[in-house]
Structures are given as C-alpha cells and as structure tokens.
C-alpha cells in the first residue's frame, strides 16, 4: 500500500520519442510503483520507439527494466510497430487498442508523455 494508505492503479501512456519525456514518464512510474502503486505502460505512436532512445544522459531502457523489474507492466501498439516495420519485445511485447482501452478503464489516473 502507498504512503497514502490506498493503492492507485496509474495507466501511463507514451507517444513521445523524445528521450528526456520518455526517461521522465518512466521515472515517474518508477516512482509511483516504490509508492506501492500499480503502473501500467501503454506505447503509442513515437513510444514505440523508446528502447532506441538511450542516450549518455537519458538511459530510458534503464528506466523501463526497473519499472518490470518492480511490477510494472509495459504494452506497445502492435499496428505503430507494424508500421515501423518493427516487432514486440520482450520488454515491449505487441499489444492492441483492447489493452490500451483496459489499462484506461482500469485505471484511477491516467498521464499521457
């Protein structure tokens, strides 16, 4: 349970390819799961991108394999993949609206990067 005493259920989306946006939205779900939050991580669009995005100061895959490592979930478009001529991941396995239309319903809040 969180310090606030209740849990949150948190639905992240992210459709930046922006390296700094995507390490900050994966911080912060870092930071809401050491909370004792539920995150779950929706890719859309340019999100799908984001295992390319390291760089020296923003290590994103870094921050994406804590967030598995600590319970979170991580979804991508499988049709923004498709179009990418890209495939799932094993960090990133290929998801669909259904689960993204999931993680909002199931969610207390949802934050968009």
Do not use: H
Request: include cysteine; proline fraction near 1%.
């Amino acid at each position: 349970m969180g310090k606030r005493g209740e849990t949150l259920k948190i639905g992240i989306v992210i459709y930046s390819d922006d390296s700094e946006t995507v390490w900050n939205a994966f911080r912060f779900g870092n930071f809401a799961l050491n909370e004792g939050d539920e995150v779950n991580v929706f890719l859309l669009a340019r999100g799908v991108e984001c295992e390319s995005l390291d760089t020296d100061t923003f290590k994103v895959t870094e921050q994406m394999q804590t967030l598995i490592n600590n319970g979170g979930e991580i979804f991508a478009c499988g049709m923004c993949l498709k179009i990418r001529q890209s495939e799932g991941s094993e960090m990133c396995p290929l998801s669909t609206m259904k689960d993204l239309y999931e993680i909002i319903k199931g969610s207390d809040k949802v934050v968009t990067f």
